[in-house]
């Protein structure tokens, strides 16, 4: 239960910050394979795993929940005072978790370097696509209409269905389209309880579970007609997603204690991850 909580808020913490995968916070913890079952199983007409799926996704989503919620301002917090230490973080966060998806989701497969390069160029590609400047949020918020509304499922689709493959960065893709800062501006007054945030965070919600859904079954059906291809696919996916935050720090003035400092970041995201698959079961 711990492990799926912790998961989950990993995943809600990734998809705050444009180029953090959510899904690649779930391979580190070792719960990526299980969510890719729960999520279809969950609608199969007969399954007998049903009750158990349901809870482990419960657990998940509380996790998400309280990610998303509880640790946005400290996010924003640590971007503000020490933003190459936390990017740094990150990166070891998913270099170190690299290893722990080939042992997982590898074993046994062939590797396929066609797919492994698709999937690279994606995650770069997003990179090169995204526009520049800083994240702000939006003081004043959108009049509810049925289009509105329609847009906040749209929106919702799309963080869903980023939300759980590993290397994509569904806020990455929101800031491409031109709609992240709405959306982060609907988070940071999700507090507020005001109709005017929480109607059109609704609508979103929907547009989540609709693209977490699709995306689970799409990947679900790849891994079981080609699992050497997707799981390859994947790899790319997430090595690229260490290579992006890199090319994020490439502008930055560097002084000894900056460097030192940021590999401190790096190496401590590595434990983090060890020590969550080592000791948190």
Sequence with gaps: MIKNIIGGIAVGIANVIPGVSGGTMMVLLGIFDKMMEAIPGVIAPHNPKRKEHIIFLAQVLIGVAIGLIGFAKILEYLFNIAPTQTIYWFIGLIAFSIPVFVKSEMKGCRFRFWSFAVGMAIVIGLELLSPTGAIE????????????????????????????LPGISGSMVLLIIGYYYLFKSYLAAVLSFDLIVWIPLI?????????????????????????????????????????????????VAYDLNLIISSFAAFILGGAIVYILNRFVA
């Design 137 to 164: 949020y939006n003081p004043s918020f959108p009049a509810i209409t049925a289009g509105h509304l329609l847009l906040m499922v749209f929106i919702g689709f799309i963080g869903g269905f980023a939300m759980f």
């Design 203 to 251: 609508f979103m919600a929907i547009g989540v579970a609709l693209g977490i859904v699709f995306s689970a079954k799409a990947l679900s059906s790849a891994l079981k007609r080609s699992k050497a291809a997707t799981v390859s696919f994947l790899l790319g996916l997430i090595v690229a997603s260490t290579i992006v935050l890199l090319m994020d720090t490439l502008t």
